[in-house]
């Protein structure tokens, strides 16, 4: 475990040992007061604990439901006004409550509460437009076993939501939050007709507003399909293969692996991240690859983080959360001192192989650890990569904040 003093002086470790151990809610905090934005499941599941702004302006999602959390050494108190964080009974710092925006509590025009639309998960909008992945259609139900989407559906999250509705939502979400970034997932469909269902959604969203557009669906058997995504102006594709260790990957995921096998997941990341050269150039372009971190030994996660930047794609790495009603419900959470070289190499292989981490404008992530935010778990400096990164920084947020201006209707404040 790590010390009281480590997590104390760096908010990497911190948030990373919150993720491994999760924390207990004081009465404080449980009496309406600190809910802040909310306890909410929607979809995959790992939104559903306590958003907190983390010292270094780190945002989480610290998990508070789940069985592990409740024996945690750590406790969240309040004493109406400040919240702190506590370890074995020890103040470890203070921390601030993810701001709740007044859209949260709206409706749109077609009476359905935002919140079932569209979530802010950190600082951008998450939105899951479709009905519940095939996967967890009784008749077969092959889905993934750390996957919570089929429980989940109906309770904070509705199963169809209209273009008019998303876009409703992102407007007020960039008008009351300032979003820059819309997310869209999907899980399985018979006969790939994920992409179908998106790019409605895709072209209004990303023509009405000009935010920054992703997508995050199941690997599509036509990879041309993503040379379109790309001239429409989509700016992020990820694929969440979530192991790499073939064994473990056809244990873990059944239907993915026999719907499309590891392969068809690598296949696609390779394609996508050689589309960076093409469409308009004025749109960023990013592929991931997805992976959870504690299913699989370390050194295997290690090893898809290196073949996910080796062809020029950003790793994302999840770490594993056991949740509630799921099949995995009674695993444990993985050991903090073991993910630290994970996250270490996630930080260290980006930076090697000069990729674009932490350039968009206002994007922080609550669910997992972004490459730059992992830099503290690492000795190595990169002094001239992060010179680099810095103009590119500066460059694209003055490109992007015109473009929005552009965009923006004569009654539309622009937050910043």
Request: glycine residues 10%; negative net charge.
């Amino acid at each position: 475990m790590p010390t009281l003093t480590a997590v104390r002086e760096n908010p990497a470790l911190l948030k990373l040992d919150l993720y491994c151990k999760g924390a207990r809610l004081d009465p404080s905090c449980v009496d309406g007061s600190g809910a802040g934005r909310g306890l909410m499941r929607t979809r995959a599941g790992l939104g559903s604990g306590l958003e907190l702004v983390l010292p270094g302006g780190l945002w989480t999602n610290v998990p508070v439901l789940e069985a592990f959390a409740q024996r945690s050494p750590y406790l969240v108190r309040s004493d109406g006004e400040a919240f702190w964080l506590e370890r074995d009974n020890e103040r470890v710092t203070d921390v601030q409550l993810s701001p709740r925006p007044t859209w949260y509590d709206a409706k749109t025009t077609s009476g359905k509460p935002m919140t079932r639309v569209g979530t802010l998960q950190g600082t951008y909008l998450g939105v899951y437009p479709a009905k519940v992945c095939d996967y967890w259609v009784p008749t077969e139900k092959t889905n993934c076993h750390f996957c919570s989407v089929g429980l989940n559906l109906g309770v904070d999250d509705a199963s169809e939501k209209s273009v008019d509705e998303v876009l409703e939502v992102v407007q007020a979400a960039r008008e009351g939050s300032g979003i820059t970034y819309v997310d869209f997932n999907t899980g399985h469909y018979e006969g790939d007709t994920y992409l179908d269902i998106l790019e409605p959604y895709l072209r209004r969203i990303k023509g009405e507003t000009g935010l920054l557009i992703g997508v995050q669906t199941p690997p599509h058997h036509d990879l041309s399909r993503y040379d379109r995504l790309r001239k429409m102006g989509v700016n992020r594709v990820s694929f969440c293969f979530e192991i790499f260790d073939r064994d473990q990957f056809r244990e873990v995921c059944p239907g993915k692996d026999g719907e499309y096998g590891l392969d068809r997941y690598l296949n696609a990341i390779r394609y996508c991240a050689r589309l960076g050269d093409q469409g308009p150039r004025s749109e960023p372009w990013v592929t991931n690859g997805e992976i959870i971190a504690g299913l699989e030994p370390p050194e295997s996660s290690i090893a898809a983080i290196n073949w996910i930047t080796s062809v020029g794609a950003i790793p994302t790495v999840c770490v594993f959360r056991p949740l509630q009603g799921t099949d995995y419900e009674d695993r444990e959470p993985p050991d903090t001192d073991a993910m630290v070289p994970v996250f270490q190499r996630l930080y260290e292989a980006c930076m090697e192989a000069g990729l674009p981490i932490g350039c968009a404008p206002n994007i922080h992530v609550s669910l997992v650890m972004l490459p730059e935010e992992c830099a503290p778990l690492s000795t190595r400096s990169y002094r001239w990569h992060w010179i680099r990164l810095g103009i590119m920084k500066r460059v694209f947020a003055a490109q992007f904040d015109r473009r929005l201006r552009a965009h923006a209707s004569p009654t539309q404040s622009h937050p910043g």
